[in-house]
């Protein structure tokens, strides 16, 4: 049984960072896609960043230079560093895992059948 378990989310001020982890067990890296996402109240889940298939990383544009996915395989752990928080990036942010995903479906988070049950961030001004 696969899980997924977010940690590091919390209440900080515009301009500071944040580092999230997600623990997976019952997944192997190798082969799978990771990726994080957010969802504010009222909008759809937003597609962050993910690994594709362990090897390539892509970003949505709006976060590229402010956030870094990164991953410790022996620790079976994912992480989104995030830095010059704003008010905006206040969301939920999940975890998600997937094996099989095709390059076009990177940012859809319809095609990944693993979430973790989510972090909040919520950042003031």
């Known amino acids: 049984q696969v899980q997924l378990t977010e940690s590091g989310g919390g209440f900080v001020q515009a301009g500071d960072s944040l580092r999230l982890s997600c623990v997976v067990s019952g997944l192997t890296f190798s082969g799978s896609t990771m990726g994080w996402f957010r969802q504010a109240p009222g909008s759809e889940r937003q597609f962050l960043a993910a690994?594709?298939?362990?090897?390539?990383?892509y970003y949505e544009d709006s976060v590229k230079d402010r956030f870094t996915i990164s991953r410790d395989s022996a620790k079976n752990t994912l992480y989104l560093q995030m830095n010059s928080l704003k008010v905006e990036d206040t969301a939920v942010y999940y975890c998600?895992?997937?094996?099989?995903?095709?390059?076009?479906?990177?940012?859809?988070?319809?095609?990944?059948?693993?979430w973790g049950q989510g972090t909040q961030v919520t950042v003031s001004s």
């Open positions: 998600a895992a997937g094996r099989g995903l095709i390059l076009s479906s990177l940012r859809d988070h319809r095609n990944y059948p693993n």
């Open positions: 690994f594709f298939r362990n090897q390539n990383t």
